[in-house]
């Protein structure tokens, strides 16, 4: 029961990723594409979760984590960059 639980998980996450693909593509400004990639990232951390439940291994775990850390600094970095131009000060 919890396989098919599973893969309906899949199938919205896997939707609501071709939803962010569509934002980022038709978004009116920067800063909705931002959001679609950040929401992008809780989506692809959420999937990395759900194979590890589905393979009962702990690798998936922390490999979200490392996406979580990366994404989080990404969508930082663009932030900053859209503000003020530059990165670094």
């Known amino acids: 029961m919890i396989t098919y639980a599973l893969y309906f998980a899949f ?11 569509w934002r980022i ?5 920067q800063a909705d594409r931002v959001l679609a990639l950040d929401t992008m990232v809780i989506n692809v951390i959420s999937l990395l979760v759900l194979y590890g439940i589905l393979q009962e291994t702990a690798i998936y775990f922390e490999a979200s984590m490392l996406v979580a850390m ?3 600094v990404s969508t930082v970095a ?7 131009g530059d990165i670094i000060e």
């Open 11 to 21: 199938g919205c996450f896997g939707l609501a990723l071709l939803f962010n693909l």
């Open 25 to 29: 593509y038709q978004g009116p400004g």
């Open 70 to 72: 990366v994404g989080f």
């Open 78 to 84: 663009y932030c900053r960059f859209l503000l003020r």
